[in-house]
């Protein structure tokens, strides 16, 4: 399945994973089964993040906890948009993540799964807003926490992305230069 998935800079030199297409749209709601479905091609993939240089697996429970976890159940409109569109740069977001800080696990549910601790790192993404004509009108710029386990096999396992928070931003444009969307971002204080 063909992803249209691009990787830019902000002025500031911080990456920003732009996510072209709204895949997982919903007026009230998201259908986060959809959303399940789209995650299980990533089962058994993993990734390397640029900055740490941690090698990231994708485990069977991450679709679940994705798609079902009580940070997914509290998002609403945009944010819950958001998120499940976010599904579509999962390899991109792992990658660019940067700001990794760690958490000793303090649940005994997880004594296995996160037998030594959990890091989060943070990510952003730009996703698309479209215009009555179908157009692109601008960009939502995001924000995200990447939650990685680190398991009892000593391998680290993306878990769920949470505290989406959308950033604040001036209007975007859509201008393209070929196919790569120029200067949108060059007013945005990250």
Do not use: C
């Not at 939502?140 to 604040?168: G, Q, S, T």
């Amino acid at each position: 399945m063909k992803r249209n998935i691009s990787v830019i800079k902000d002025v500031n030199g911080n990456n920003i994973v732009l996510i072209n297409d709204i895949r997982f749209k919903g007026k009230r709601q998201i259908d986060w089964k959809d959303v399940e479905d789209y995650l299980r091609k990533y089962i058994g993939e993993f990734y390397q993040i640029a900055e740490s240089k941690d090698i990231i697996y994708i485990g069977s429970d991450f679709k679940d906890e994705f798609s079902g976890s009580n940070d997914t159940a509290r998002l609403r409109g945009t944010l819950a948009k958001a998120k499940a569109n976010a599904a579509q740069g999962i390899p991109q977001l792992i990658e660019n993540a940067h700001g990794k800080r760690f958490k000793e696990n303090l649940e005994y549910k997880h004594r296995h799964d996160a037998k030594f601790g959990w890091y989060r790192y943070d990510s952003r993404f730009a996703i698309p807003v479209f215009g009555e004509d179908n157009e692109v009108e601008r960009y939502n710029i995001f924000r995200v926490e990447m939650l990685i386990r680190h398991a009892e096999d000593n391998k680290m396992y993306l878990y769920d992305l949470v505290n989406i928070k959308k950033k604040r931003a001036p209007r975007l444009s859509s201008k393209l230069y070929g196919n790569k969307p120029i200067s949108f971002l060059s007013n945005i204080l990250l």
